[in-house]
């Protein structure tokens, strides 16, 4: 059965702070990894991967692959209030409904 | 394009009494799924639909659980007999064949007294 494991699960930084979040996987017939970030409401799109080694950059928010230790890392540089959030980390297989099997979320709180 | 939308968006209900819920996904996404989310979880599949026809249920949808997407359109999620155990975010989200990632929606939270 597949299984995502993120860590650490919650996480308290100050403003400004870098902060690295980590997802590792087991998932048959890989096919892509997620992230998502969700705010007391729907997850939202933040990246999606599927290669190792390319890294996925949006702003201060970046991400990379490594297929062949199973695992993802989320980086957020300089840290904003807004940034507070659950961060979830799901894969997909191929083939079938290509369902996202998810992670618990890490919870990361940006203190002023 | 108004994204994924879902209605109610807060349901409390008495246990033994049946809910439904629905999901409007982003016109022309072929693709529907139905999630499940408790506190502190990640979202847990239950269901997924391609055009009308439900091709995957996961274990978690007893047969008190029914979902339907009669014109390939929206869906309905009923839960029958409810019990405190349903309560939760149930959230839906929608993909075109050819998108790389599944839109969420707003989620409907319920709560089961």
């Known amino acids: 059965e597949d299984k995502v494991v993120q860590s650490p699960l919650s996480l308290v930084v100050h403003e400004g702070d870098t902060v690295t979040l980590n997802c590792s996987y087991e998932?048959?017939?890989?096919?892509?990894l997620l992230w998502y970030k969700q705010e007391k409401k729907a997850p939202t799109f933040l990246f999606m991967l599927?290669?190792?080694?390319i890294e996925k950059k949006s702003g201060r928010l970046s991400s990379i692959l490594d297929k062949k230790e199973l695992f993802s890392i989320l980086n957020i540089t300089a840290t904003q209030t807004g940034d507070s959030a659950i961060y979830l980390c799901a894969v997909e297989s191929q083939g079938g409904s290509e369902k996202l099997v998810f992670g618990k979320g890490t919870k990361l709180t940006v203190n002023p | 394009d108004t994204g994924v939308s879902q209605d109610p968006r807060h349901k409390i209900t008495k246990r033994g009494q049946n809910v439904t819920f629905r999901c409007d996904p982003i016109s022309e996404h072929n693709r529907l799924y139905w999630y499940r989310q408790t506190l502190g979880q990640g979202p847990e599949f239950l269901t997924y639909?391609?055009?009308?026809?439900?091709?995957?249920k996961s274990r978690l949808l007893s047969d008190r659980f029914s979902a339907e997407r009669p014109k390939g359109s929206f869906s309905t999620l009923e839960i029958q007999r409810t019990e405190q155990g349903d309560s939760a975010m149930y959230l839906c989200?929608?993909?075109?064949?050819?998108?790389?990632?599944?839109?969420f929606g707003p989620g409907t939270r319920l709560l089961v007294l």
């Open positions: 998932v048959t017939n890989f096919r892509s």
């Open positions: 989200a929608s993909r075109y064949y050819r998108e790389e990632t599944q839109y």
């Open positions: 599927t290669s190792s080694g």
């Open positions: 639909f391609q055009n009308e026809a439900q091709l995957e």
